[in-house]
T-cell receptor
């Protein structure tokens, strides 16, 4: 079963703009991960935030985690056309991941 | 970084055929690998956990006789879709991590698109 909801389901922006995606989950977690999937490909790990962390950065990515609201957000700054992909949040331990529904991001040049 | 290779990338075959998909960890050993299924425009659903040297653990609703999993070595897990039918058409993806720590990210193969005619 799916862990929760992601919104928006689809997001279309212009190159250079920021993109924000949100994820909610239902159960308690040790960590939350964000993955990216290009069309027809496997998933690429972007960032992992632990339950005792509130914010984490990696390059143009910024992830926040609010365990009281059981929610997380992924911000991509200064987006590029190459960022066009689907983005999924995932929770779970020992490799058994439960994914959100995903956000399909389209960055127009 | 850790690399997971999945083969084949695409299979088109007739109904009733059995199809084998391989998942290999190229530069690390994986005692556990995971198999997911993804329908178009949807998220990934965990099908089963592949355990090296022992039986796979299947998620609720996944037919173990339909989806045979073999994990005979620390670098290879195979998923065989037996007597495939059109409803088995989907995108199948495997993953593995280099360690048992739950805070380790998963490394995914590039997926196998299975089309049953």
């Amino acid at each position: 079963s799916q862990q929760g909801e992601e919104d928006p389901q689809a997001l279309s922006i212009q190159e250079g703009e920021n993109a924000t995606m949100n994820c909610s989950y239902k159960t308690s977690i040790n960590n939350l991960q964000w993955y990216r999937q290009n069309s027809g490909r496997g998933l690429v790990h972007l960032i992992l935030i632990r339950s005792n962390e509130r914010e984490k950065h990696s390059g143009r990515l910024r992830v926040t985690l609010d365990t009281s609201k059981k929610s997380s957000s992924l911000l991509i700054t200064a987006s590029r056309a190459a960022d066009t992909a689907s983005y999924f949040c995932a929770t779970g331990g020992g490799g058994k991941l439960i994914f959100g529904q995903g956000t399909e991001l389209s960055v127009k040049p | 970084g850790a690399v997971v290779s999945q083969h084949p990338s695409r299979v088109i075959c007739k109904s009733g055929t059995s199809v084998k998909i391989e998942c290999r960890s190229l530069d690390f050993q994986a005692t556990t690998m995971f198999w997911y299924r993804q329908f178009p425009k949807q998220s990934l659903m965990l099908m089963a956990t592949s355990n090296e040297g022992s039986k796979a653990t299947y998620e609720q609703g996944v037919e173990k006789d339909k989806f045979l999993i073999n994990h005979a070595s620390l670098t290879l897990s195979t998923l065989t879709v037996t007597s495939a039918h059109p409803e088995d058409s989907s995108f199948y993806i495997c993953s593995a991590s280099g360690g048992g720590d739950s805070n380790q990210p998963q490394h995914f193969g590039d997926g196998t698109r299975l089309s049953i005619l």
